[in-house]
Structures are given as structure tokens and as C-alpha cells.
């Protein structure tokens, strides 16, 4: 079995057994629901922090590595606003409509998923290109998705409650208080690695000979996806698959066209551009329940997109596997 295989199996395996395993402890009274939100904070200091330094410090830094962030942006908004206008035709009630059409443009681009097999297939480069794609992420989650969250749970909320501030005085207060929360660790070891990868530091061997990546994923997946079972309430769950259903229709065809099209519009092609598409067409984000959470829109809905979509992912990725090999797989993305 080539490495390929063997990283996207474990990978693979790992996600199936932490998602199940937290909503099966939960149900034998094992563990509770409020155990989430603390293990995906460990996850995020103690995971995603080493992570975005070591892959950026290894990075093939070439002139176009700029446009993938600004590609992974301006296609994440754009699928974003098309879910928005096409719940608005469906008659989505607000606090499912924030759901539906934000859950289209925010993807499990981290190494949860689409990070997970960038590394399976591309190496430290992919993984690499796949953190500099997440760079957009806290602008574009809370200057753009967070005050939409805002604004239709507002709708949704008891009349004669406080004045709230504007919408843009509320992204900027909230985008400080993430640039300022011990969580947004990643963002700053991105900037240390990219800045010793620019002054030529080398990398220890030790981190490729003894997998530590690697290592880290692991850690992360179990931790993070362990948190959504924890968090699922499975009888909710069937009521919601045409919604779900909608969104992944979305998530998985017109998120990757808009990044073709993103990408040809700004002359992106071979790693960078496979890395984009493949990352444009990954599920929605583990960070998009912890928004429906926080603002009072329809979690239930959101627990079941976030599901389906990985069910859907997870498998279409199985079946490539069986068929064609982890080199086929690469085929289809372009690598």
C-alpha cells in the first residue's frame, strides 16, 4: 500500500471513528453535549497552531502563491451570496436561510478534511497551499458570514429587545475580539512560518522523519469531530434532508465552478489550482454549526448539511479510491 492510500485511509478512518464514537458515548451518558465547544478550542491551540507553522515553513514559495487566499475568498463569497438568493426564491424562514446559504460557501477546508487529503495526495506542499487557502478564513468568517448569521437570527428573535450596533460596527468589534482570542493562534503561525520560510530557516528533518504532521492531524480529527457527536441530536435530523440535500447540490457543483472560473480569471493552473478546486468542492465547515449556535438560527439544520455533505464527500472519495487508486483521485482534481 502506497503512502497516498494509507495517509487518506487513516485519515478517513479516523473521521468516521471520532464522529461516531462522540455521539455513541454521548447516548451511553459517557460524555456531554457541553464537552464541544472546550475540544475544539484544544483542537484549534493545540492542532491547527503547529500545523499552520510547520506546512507553511515548508512551502515552495513561487510568484502565484499569493492568488490562492484571494481565489479562496472571492469564490467563497460568491457561492455564499447565490445560497443567499436562491433561499430568499425557496422562502426559507431567516433562521434557515442564514444556514442554507452560508453553509454553501463555508467548506471543511482545514486539515479536518480537505487539508487531511491535500497532504494524502500532494504532501507537505498541498498541505502547505491548503494553509495559505485558510488564510482568508477569519476575514471572510467574520466580516462577511458572521453579521449575515447576525442579522436573520436578529430577525428571528423576540421584538423589544436593545438597539444593536450597525452591522459593520459589529464585524469590526468581532474580527478584534478573534485577532485578539488565544484561538486565532493559527493565523499567527502561518505569519511565523511564512516569514521563516522567507528568511531560508530550514525545517528539522525530524518533522518528516518522524511524521509529526501527521501526528497532529490525528490529534485534531479526533478532537474536532469527536465534538460534532457529541453536539448531533439524531432524531431531528430526517425532517431536514431536502434542505441539506439543496446545499450539497450547491457546496459540490457550484462552489468548484465559481472557483474554475475564479481561478482562470486570475491565471492560477497546476498545484495551486488543484489545490483550490479540490478544496472548493470539500464539505461544509465544522465552523458553520458553531455559528448557528451562537446567533440562533437552525442548528438542527446545520448538524444535518454538515453530515450529508460529509457522507456524500467521504464517500464519493472511498468509492475513487476503490476505483482508480489515490492516483486517480489526484486525476480528478487536476494534480
Known amino acids: 500500500m502506497s503512502t497516498e492510500h494509507a495517509r487518506i485511509i487513516v485519515f478517513l478512518s479516523c473521521i468516521l471513528a471520532a464522529g461516531v464514537g462522540g455521539y455513541v458515548l454521548k447516548r451511553l451518558g459517557w460524555a456531554k453535549a457541553e464537552w464541544a465547544p472546550p475540544l475544539m478550542s484544544a ?38 451570496l447565490a445560497g443567499l438568493a436562491i433561499g430568499r426564491r425557496l422562502r426559507l424562514p431567516p433562521r434557515d436561510l442564514a444556514v442554507f446559504g452560508l453553509q454553501s460557501g463555508m467548506g471543511n477546508v ?56 450597525s452591522a459593520l460596527r459589529y464585524a469590526a468589534g468581532v474580527l478584534w475580539r478573534s485577532l485578539t482570542d488565544l484561538r486565532s493562534l493559527p493565523l499567527y503561525m502561518v505569519t511565523l512560518g511564512l516569514g521563516m520560510n522567507l528568511r531560508n530557516f530550514t525545517p528539522p528533518q525530524a518533522i518528516r522523519r518522524w511524521h509529526v504532521l501527521d501526528a497532529l492531524m490525528v490529534l485534531g480529527i479526533f478532537l474536532q469531530f469527536g465534538a460534532v457527536g457529541l453536539s448531533v441530536e439524531a432524531r431531528r435530523l430526517p425532517a431536514l434532508w431536502k434542505p441539506a440535500l439543496a446545499t450539497a447540490a450547491l457546496k459540490f457543483l457550484l462552489s468548484p465552478a465559481l472557483m474554475l472560473a475564479t481561478a482562470a480569471a486570475l491565471g492560477l493552473s497546476g498545484l495551486p489550482l488543484s489545490v483550490c478546486v479540490l478544496l472548493a468542492a470539500m464539505p461544509t465547515a465544522l465552523y458553520s454549526i458553531l455559528m448557528a449556535n451562537l446567533f440562533g438560527l437552525n442548528r438542527d439544520l446545520a448538524n444535518a448539511t454538515f453530515i450529508l455533505t460529509h457522507a456524500v464527500c467521504l464517500g464519493l472519495v472511498l468509492a475513487a479510491i476503490l476505483v482508480w487508486g489515490a492516483g486517480g483521485l489526484r486525476a480528478l482534481v487536476g494534480g
Open 43 to 80: 483542537a484549534i491551540i493545540g492542532c491547527d497552531a503547529p500545523i499552520a507553522l510547520l506546512a507553511v515553513w515548508h512551502l515552495a514559495i513561487h510568484t502565484d502563491v499569493w492568488k490562492v487566499p484571494l481565489a479562496a475568498a472571492l469564490a467563497a463569497v460568491a457561492t455564499s
Open 110 to 165: 482545514g486539515y479536518t478534511l480537505g487539508g487531511a487529503l491535500c497532504f494524502a495526495l500532494w504532501g507537505i506542499q498541498g498541505l502547505a497551499l491548503e494553509q495559505l487557502f485558510c488564510l482568508m478564513w477569519p476575514f471572510y468568517a467574520f466580516l462577511f458570514c458572521f453579521p449575515i448569521a447576525r442579522h436573520y437570527g436578529q430577525q428571528s428573535a423576540d421584538a423589544g429587545r436593545d438597539p444593536r450596533p
